[in-house]
């Protein structure tokens, strides 16, 4: 067996910047996350050690300073954190922030907002409940039941693959021939590279290893976009995960993992892919 990674893969930015902010702000005040930070437990549990609380409601949080996620949240969010005389902590990624003043600019110019993303995620409710009327869609049957309009302004979700997004845009404006479609590409460049990578990694390996938290929107897709290339790929949080019965003798085995998985998680189980290598090779030569 050997083992490869992706181009890129792994923690970007954003999330890197959010957590050094909560552990900083935490090591100064008691501090509560409004929400997970990022979709990934072992990194939510080594904030927890390190004393920062969470709580998914309001009313269950016991500190002055809150803080919201790197997912971001909707002005009508963070003002009712103020109104109830919490201090707000924003460790938004700057590229959901251009998510949302894309959305803000193709509402003021009269469109009617559309966002390709999941629904129920937190990004894509910190993105809408500013808004009086909007679309999620994710699908061709969600553009089948959109309702027409003059001007549609279409933004994403910044983690959805960018060649999907492309497709149900470009459904949109087949759909609705007489309308006028603005598209703003909001998909974060850190997604754009790892799912780009991931592609090239799946087309040339035996079998891949997609690693990050079971909530993460973008490992999600990863392990979907492998999946088009890849037969063999498994979806894994930390080395326990792992199961020898994955892997053959000859394989090439190819490493990614999601934006909000840390380097210390990716070694460990590129560490632990390892072991089983060499234990299953002293047990042929025993």
């Given amino acids: 067996m050997k083992i490869i990674r992706a181009q890129y893969l792994g923690m970007c930015f ?54 919201i996620t790197a997912h971001g949240a909707s002005e009508r969010k963070m003002q009712e954190v103020r109104d109830r005389g919490f201090d707000v902590v924003e460790a938004t990624c700057p590229l959901v922030h251009f998510a949302h003043n894309s959305l803000k600019k193709l509402v003021g110019q009269g469109c009617h907002p559309i966002i ?16 009086a009327h909007f679309d999620v869609v994710l699908s061709v049957e969600d553009i089948q039941q959109l309702e027409p309009h003059p001007k549609f302004g279409v933004v994403s979700q910044t983690t959805q693959p960018i060649d999907k997004v492309r497709e149900l845009v470009a ?3 087949k759909r609705f021939v007489n309308s006028e479609v603005c598209f703003l590409d909001t998909v974060c460049q850190p997604t754009k590279q790892r799912q780009r990578a991931a592609i090239e990694l799946a087309k040339n390996v035996d079998v891949v290893v997609v690693i990050g938290g079971a909530h993460s929107n973008n490992t999600r897709e990863l392990v979907t976009t492998c999946a088009s290339y890849c037969s063999r790929v498994h979806h894994v949080q930390n080395a326990g995960d792992l199961k020898p019965e994955w892997f053959l003798d000859n394989d090439l085995i190819g490493i990614t ?18 072991v089983l290598r060499f234990e299953r090779n002293c047990s042929v030569h025993a």
């Fill in 14 to 67: 954003g999330v890197r910047d959010a957590i050094t902010m909560a552990k900083e702000r935490g090591a100064t005040e008691p501090l509560t996350i409004l929400g997970e930070l990022v979709h990934n437990e072992m990194v939510l549990n080594d904030l927890r050690n390190a004393g920062i609380q969470t709580a998914q409601h309001l009313d269950n949080v016991l500190t002055k300073s809150v803080m």
């Fill in 257 to 274: 993992a999601g934006t909000s998985t840390s380097d210390v998680v990716i070694n460990e189980i590129e560490h632990s892919i390892s």
């Fill in 171 to 173: 459904l949109i404006r």
């Fill in 116 to 131: 390709i993303g999941k629904r129920d995620h937190v990004e894509v409710r910190g993105m809408t409940e500013d808004l």
